[in-house]
Nanobody, 127 residues
Framework: QVQLVESGGGLVQAGGSLRLSCAAS????????MGWFRQAPGTEREFVAA????????GYADSVKGRFTISRDNAKNTVWLQMNSLKSEDTAVYYCAAQSAQSSWSSHRAPTRYDYWGQGTQVTVSS
């Protein structure tokens, strides 16, 4: 089991920044790809960003590319999502998730391929 706890959400004005954190405990953090997803009311959970174990592979949704940055520190069992130039359409509950690194990196955008999920943190961007 891997336990994931997100933090750092909140209310911010459009154009502002937030940094989300996801702290992992349980099984070895460095055995998992880590991803961030988000879900707005009435919509499906969507991919935001993902990072491989050594950060050699990183992927972003087109909607956040150039504005968001994912990073991880395996020694601290933590993954972050730095969100800059926030827009009202970024408003959602943000979830971090872990996928076994034995999986193909090609599946990093698929929420169904992730094994563990955090409880989510709300991000609200006011316009």
């Amino acid at each position: 089991q891997v336990q994931l706890v997100e933090s750092g959400g909140g209310l911010v004005q459009a154009g502002g920044s937030l940094r989300l954190s996801c702290a992992a405990s349980g099984r070895t953090f460095s055995r998992y790809y880590m991803g961030w997803f988000r879900q707005a009311p009435g919509t499906e959970r969507e991919f935001v960003a993902a990072i491989s174990v050594s950060a050699g592979f990183i992927g972003y949704a087109d909607s956040v590319k150039g504005r968001f940055t994912i990073s991880r520190d395996n020694a601290k069992n933590t993954v972050w999502l730095q969100m800059n130039s926030l827009k009202s359409e970024d408003t959602a509950v943000y979830y971090c998730a872990a996928q076994s690194a034995q999986s193909s990196w090609s599946s990093h955008r698929a929420p169904t391929r992730y094994d563990y999920w955090g409880q989510g943190t709300q991000v609200t961007v006011s316009s």
